[in-house]
């Protein structure tokens, strides 16, 4: 039975010639006995690659095996050892061929496990090679089914059969945007009045009525001198937090009266505000200015 698991290989891979291709063997063969010297450095390439792997350096153990190989090559079984790293690098085609080299090295005296983890993996690839051009022909199917339909829209405008599609006013979700906008910077100027305050009573404790002067004589200096930095830095965080908060809310009006302003009339006949007298309202939105205004067209 042992005779024939390599042979039952060789077939199953000659019935998959996308994977039999890759299956050709990169490691030169084996033709010289090793010397004291080179099983001593295979040996300590063993170890080295053992630690690698350990530490999922698995290019630099796949290496360090190849150079074990090159010094013994009388040990197939690393071939073993380099195929397991492959697989955990993800790449199942050179996991084969590794696992393969032993086989083909060890003859009738193979793993038998090793020879069936070779078939199973042989054929996923074939399987996964088979699922992946399913797929692409499904996807070119559909995509040509929707490029071919007669439902398509035409270039002008219109549905594909002349009649002209209705068109669609308003200004979509860029109102909500302009309203977040303002609701963050509305938050970070409540957070910067928060933190601003904070320091300015802390720094109150120590100058009263911001002076700090009238801190107790035993005050140290150096409190009075932090205190007096934290109260300018409060002031001014303040003076900030006041100002952003102010643009936010600005902004986030402006953005709903954007929103709930200009929504369109869907009973009305698609005309546009050029050609109709009225008052519309136009956000502007810019550095340094926040809100919305009004203009009349005529």
Known sequence: MSVLRPLALTLLLASAPSVA???????????????????????????????????????????SWLDAATFDCTKPEVFINIGNAYERLGDTEKAIVAYKTYIDRKGAAADPDTVEKVKNLSAMLVKNKRDAEAAAEAARANGNGDGGSGSGSGKDGSDGGGTALPSTDGPGIWPWVVTGTGGA????????LGVGGSKISSAEALC????????PPSTPVAELQAAQQDGNTGLTLQRSGGALLGVGLATAGGGLLWHFLTQPDKAASPTSPETTGGWHVVPQVGWGYYGASTQLAF
Request: glycine share 6%; hydrophobic share 40%; charged share 15%.
């Open 21 to 63: 291709a890759a299956q050709t063997s990169p490691y030169q063969p084996c033709t010289k006995t090793p010397a004291q010297a080179d099983l001593d450095a295979a040996r300590g390439l063993h170890q080295a690659a053992k630690q690698y792997l350990a530490k999922a350096l698995y290019d630099r153990a796949i290496q």
């Open 185 to 192: 910077l509305a938050l970070t100027g409540a957070v910067l």
């Open 208 to 215: 009263p009525s911001r002076n700090c002067g009238a801190a």
